[in-house]
């Protein structure tokens, strides 16, 4: 039995997400590469309305592994990425329900058995991307491999969660997979990848440094060097990236026009206001794009072509 409050709260978002109705003949489309079901404990319905409330027209949902409890998981630390998101049939179940406004991801913990046929299930079902790749694992490692080969397979890219000593090990040296694998589109995100725009960057350990930024570090270089090499903009750590140094921001998003993708990646239950870090990133986005044309290349264009959408 709901008590008042909590019917009043569910009957408001249900009806909601019905009058912000998709799509609007007269909005601007926005791809958002990132987000999750059952994020943080959020209904299907909220996250509905947050996406809706924030203009979303597209969104790709990224699923969890199978909960686990080996190393690469930090022994089930790291379960649900770490932040009890769904999985596989999930996702797949909300996209089906939504056709056109929301997409899948496909994902497995890459180390467990029968991890390549999980994942190729539902990139045959017509997942987009592989990934959030959230795990304790080298960037290089045999497992990993075996998914950068389904993924030039299925023609799909690959999401990475890059953060020091907890999540994909090996970043100061993953040119070397971007070579080995030149077809394969890969998507870097998270804390190590956003510090590393700064060539002063020495600190490992900093996952969200803050003040002025020298352009030419690890990522910058990255995505200069490499035609296959994206950046996901979603979470804290990409509009931290943004906020410390707009400036340098502006440079940055006029280098790397054709590579950036917007996403949200937060929890957050309402699509606006300070808690809401994915309405934040939409707004420095509008506010910091040298040119309209560039704009609409991160919030659509980037991501219709990258994802087939």
């Known amino acids: 039995m709901l008590n008042r409050r909590e019917f009043i709260k569910k009957s408001s978002l249900a009806v909601s997400s019905l009058t912000l109705g998709f799509p609007s003949f007269n909005q601007e489309p926005i791809i958002d590469i990132h987000q999750h079901t059952d994020y943080a404990g959020r209904s299907h319905e909220e996250l509905i309305h947050h996406q809706r409330t924030m203009g979303i027209t597209h969104t790709i949902l990224l699923p969890a592994g199978t909960p686990s409890f080996g190393s690469s998981t930090h022994f089930g630390k790291s379960n649900g990425l770490q932040a009890r998101c769904s999985g596989n049939d999930v996702c797949y179940d ?21 991890a390549p046929e999980e994942i190729e299930a539902y990139l045959k079902k ?64 998270a804390q190590s990848w956003w510090a590393n725009i700064d ?14 930024v020298t352009a030419g ?15 996901d903009m979603s979470a804290g750590s990409g509009l931290n990236a943004i906020v ?10 006029q280098r790397h026009q054709d590579k950036l993708l ?46 087939r959408i």
């Open 94 to 114: 909300l996209a089906k329900q939504y056709p056109g406004e929301f997409y899948f991801g496909a994902n497995e913990v890459p180390d467990i058995e029968n």
């Open 126 to 189: 017509g997942a987009k991307v592989i990934g959030e790749l959230k795990f304790g694992v080298e960037a290089d490692s045999k497992p990993m491999k075996k998914i950068y080969k389904l993924a030039q397979e299925y023609d799909v890219p690959v999401l990475l969660h890059w953060q020091f000593q907890m999540y994909t090990y090996g970043y100061e040296n993953f040119h070397k997979v971007l070579k080995k694998y030149p077809k394969v589109n890969f998507i870097g995100h």
């Open 199 to 212: 060539k002063n960057h020495h600190d490992q350990s900093s996952l969200y440094p803050k003040g002025k």
């Open 217 to 231: 570090g690890i990522t910058d270089r990255l995505l200069s060097d490499y035609p296959n090499m994206y950046a």
């Open 244 to 253: 410390r140094d707009e400036e340098h921001y502006k440079g940055f998003i």
């Open 262 to 307: 917007y996403g949200s990646d937060c929890d957050d239950k309402v699509g606006a206001g300070t808690a809401c870090t994915g309405i934040q990133t939409l707004e420095k986005i509008k506010e910091l794009s040298p040119t309209k044309q560039i704009e609409r290349k991160l919030l659509y264009d980037n991501a219709k072509k990258l994802f």
